[in-house]
């Protein structure tokens, strides 16, 4: 059974890479019919359905993983990236904060919060947390232009 449900979560990535996210989501049922508590299924799944924009449904994958698995980075990101898309930038942060609890020099995470924060209007703060992201990855593209942004947002004002 292993082989074939990594034999399905890497037919999963590859159509999600193809932008093919209806047949991926195919592939991560099968797998979640064989393995239902499959967290990568569960999580990338849930980042499918975040793709297709299904945000409610993938808040669902990424509960259903939370509940037996309170501290998983990668859910604990992404249900904070859906909330935030969904402009509920105040609960988004709360998760943010969990990782940074766990893992304080978690780039993803601070630069997620600075764009929640952003969003909240503080951007003051929000500069913070990209300028800490990148202290710790000095490349990473998000933060740099997210600065970049909230400097130009805080001169133009």
Same mark, same amino acid.
Do not use: A, H, K
């Given at each position: 059974m292993q082989s074939k449900t990594n034999s399905l979560l890497n037919t999963a990535s590859e159509l999600c890479e193809d932008g093919k996210f209806i047949e991926a989501l195919k592939c991560y049922d099968k797998v979640l019919h064989i393995e239902p508590n499959n967290t990568k299924a569960n999580i990338d799944k849930g980042v499918t359905l975040q793709n297709l924009e299904r945000?409610?449904?993938a808040i669902q994958m990424y509960e259903k993983v939370l509940?037996?698995?309170?501290?998983n980075i990668d859910a604990l990101i992404n249900m904070g990236s859906a909330l935030h898309t969904l402009g509920k930038y105040t609960d988004a942060i709360s998760y943010y904060n969990t990782v940074l609890r766990l893992d304080e020099k978690n780039t993803l995470a601070l630069a997620y919060k600075g764009l929640?924060? %952003?969003?909240? %209007?503080?951007i003051s703060i929000a500069v913070k947390y990209f300028t800490k992201a990148l202290s710790i990855d000095c490349d990473y593209d998000l933060a740099q232009s997210s600065l970049e942004t909230a400097k130009k947002f805080m001169h133009s004002n």
């Open positions: 945000l409610s449904q509940n037996s698995e309170p501290e929640s924060l %952003g969003e909240l %209007g503080n």
